[in-house]
């Protein structure tokens, strides 16, 4: 069946610190996986997404994520944190159904 | 527009009455999904519409929920005979199917006293 587990339900850093927010995923079929982020108030927008070819992908806002087959993960990372961050984020997989994630809240101390 | 249109934007109902939620998908997209978003339980799948083809309904928490999309564009998501339980955001998104993304509408908030 397919699933998603995000480990961390609620993290808070201070700014400056270093990210990252576990994601965990079972799928038997093609592996598409992305990360989306909620900003309070505004809608769900693709922050990177992993299809094919380099397990390690970039997206916007200097975030990045490994896609670890071996594992079935595709963690979330940022070297600094800003406090812009602050939102909800949620990883997703899947070809044609897309499942996501409970979502993390991330809170970012000033 | 540009971008994915729900309306209506906040729906307060009484219990046992029925709502109709709409989509408006951005053009062009084939691909058009229903979430469901609850506190502490992320986003949860209700159907999925691709073309022409029979939606994937697995996600439906019941029969009192149906959806249909028409001319291959809007679609409307109906929860009949409403409960408690279906106080939610829904979400609709649309599928680029080029790059494989979602987008998102603001979604429609709904509330069953």
């Known amino acids: 069946a397919q699933s998603v587990s995000q480990h961390n339900h609620h993290v808070i850093l201070s700014e400056a610190a270093s990210l990252e927010l576990g994601c965990n995923y079972s799928?038997?079929?093609?592996?598409?996986l992305f990360w989306y982020v909620q900003y309070p108030g505004q809608h769900l927008q693709l922050l990177l997404k992993?299809?094919?070819?380099?397990?390690l992908v970039k997206g916007i806002k200097g975030f990045e994520a490994e896609f670890i087959k071996s594992k079935f993960s595709f963690n979330l990372r940022k070297p600094s944190v800003q406090w812009s961050d602050t939102a909800e984020y949620f990883c997703?997989?899947?070809?044609?159904?897309?499942?996501f994630g409970k979502g993390t809240r991330l809170h970012i101390l000033p | 527009g540009a971008g994915v249109s729900q309306s209506p934007s906040n729906k307060v109902t009484e219990k046992g009455k029925d709502v109709e939620l709409r989509c408006d998908p951005i053009?062009?997209?084939?691909?058009l999904y229903w979430y469901r978003q609850s506190l502490g339980q992320g986003l949860e799948f209700l159907i999925y519409?691709?073309?022409?083809?029979?939606?994937?309904k697995s996600g439906l928490p019941s029969d009192r929920f149906s959806a249909e999309r028409t001319g291959g564009s809007v679609s409307t998501l109906t929860i009949q005979r409403t409960q408690q339980e279906d106080s939610a955001v829904y979400l609709c998104?649309?599928?680029?199917?080029?790059?494989?993304?979602?987008?998102f509408g603001e979604g429609s908030r709904l509330t069953v006293l």
């Open positions: 998104a649309s599928r680029d199917g080029i790059t494989g993304e979602l987008f």
């Open positions: 799928y038997g079929g093609t592996v598409n």
């Open positions: 992993y299809f094919s070819g380099d397990p």
């Open positions: 997703a997989v899947g070809d044609d159904k897309i499942i």
């Open positions: 053009s062009g997209h084939t691909a």
């Open positions: 519409f691709q073309g022409n083809s029979a939606p994937d």
